[in-house]
């Protein structure tokens, strides 16, 4: 099964077996991120709070990126990562 749209690609993720490691998670949530809200413009976490700095910080990294380009990378992503965990 191969996704070919955001919501395809989304859907997909939820047919994972196992769990991608931290660094697939960022990527997938930063490129969903920018693919659906555009650039982060959020105030950054504070405190202790590790894993939403780290989702923040992810997020920002790819400021600029368009909207098209980020789904596409988002899409091409999951495929690639559901031939790992599927």
Do not use: D, H, P, R
């Given at each position: 099964?191969?996704?070919?749209?955001?919501?395809?690609?989304?859907?997909?993720?939820?047919?994972?077996?196992?769990?991608p490691s931290n660094e697939e998670l960022l990527k997938l949530y930063s490129l969903y991120k920018q693919a659906t809200e555009g650039d982060n413009n959020e105030e950054r976490p504070g405190g202790f709070d590790f894993v939403a700095a780290a989702k923040y910080n992810?997020?920002?990294?790819?400021?600029?990126?368009?909207?098209?380009?980020?789904?596409?990378?988002?899409?091409?992503?999951?495929n690639h990562l559901a031939t790992k965990y599927m």
């Open positions: 099964m191969e996704a070919n749209t955001l919501e395809s690609a989304v859907a997909l993720t939820k047919k994972f077996t196992s769990k992810s997020w920002l990294a790819i400021k600029g990126k368009s909207k098209e380009n980020a789904s596409s990378e988002y899409i091409n992503l999951v």
